[in-house]
């Protein structure tokens, strides 16, 4: 059952997931200098740089990936009709939520990871670019993809309420996680770790707390 579950749940974000990572791999590649047709990369910026516009726009493309896939999840089970069959199947309410968010959050940090793993060994490769790179400067930028975890978040659940964000509350959460996730990109700015080790577990469990409390008193039946 929980085998069936992942498939199903692979099965319906596996355009979304892929779509994104397309997007951030012509990104990353034509920073590499691979003829993509179009390169945001500016000259001479170092990679992972404060003026690196590459991990920019990859950090863009996977919070938006994030947030749509996190909505997407739940949302399409309402416009199809299919929450009530999937929670009266014999496995635990709970379960299956943590089931769905554990595969989305997957793909979104797939998504985040894999293009950028890769443009950060690419820079680390003598004589792949002029300008001069150390590991340390990654740092931030790896750091800063925690926002994504909180997007995904907010989107689900936004995606539990009826009518998805066209429900005031589910709207609102899916604002609450943009703010969550500007706020991520604030601390990083300033370098507030202090902030990040505070902020982010919080508002983590308090994303957690409402797709437990939403899970549990709504009315499925």
């Not at 990369?41 to 990679?47: A, T």
């Not at 300008?131 to 995606?159: R, V």
């Amino acid at each position: 059952m929980l085998r069936a579950l992942i498939w199903k749940e692979m099965r319906e974000i596996w355009v979304i997931a892929a779509i994104g990572l397309a997007i951030n791999y012509w990104i990353v590649l034509g920073a590499m200098g691979f003829p993509m047709g179009f390169s945001f990369s500016i000259p001479d910026s170092i990679p992972f740089g404060s003026n690196d516009s590459t991990i920019i726009l990859v950090t863009m493309t996977s919070c938006l990936s994030a947030m749509i896939l996190g909505w997407w999840q739940n949302y399409h089970e309402e416009l199809r009709e299919t929450r009530r069959f999937l929670f009266h199947r014999p496995i635990n309410r709970q379960r299956i939520i943590a089931i769905k968010a554990f595969v989305g959050l997957s793909a979104s940090l797939f998504i985040a990871l894999i293009p950028s793993i890769h443009y950060a060994l690419w820079a680390a490769t003598p004589g792949t670019h002029p300008s001069p790179f150390y590991w340390w400067i990654t740092k931030w930028y790896f750091i800063g993809l925690a926002a994504i975890p909180l997007l995904y978040l907010g989107g689900f659940l936004g995606g539990l309420f009826p009518n998805g964000p066209l429900n005031n509350s589910g709207g609102l959460s899916i604002i609450a996680g943009i703010l969550s996730g500007l706020l991520v990109g604030m601390a990083l700015e300033n370098r507030m770790p202090e902030t990040l080790f505070i902020s982010i577990p919080t508002m983590v469990l308090l994303f957690v707390i409402g797709i437990l409390h939403i899970t549990k008193t709504r009315d499925i039946a």
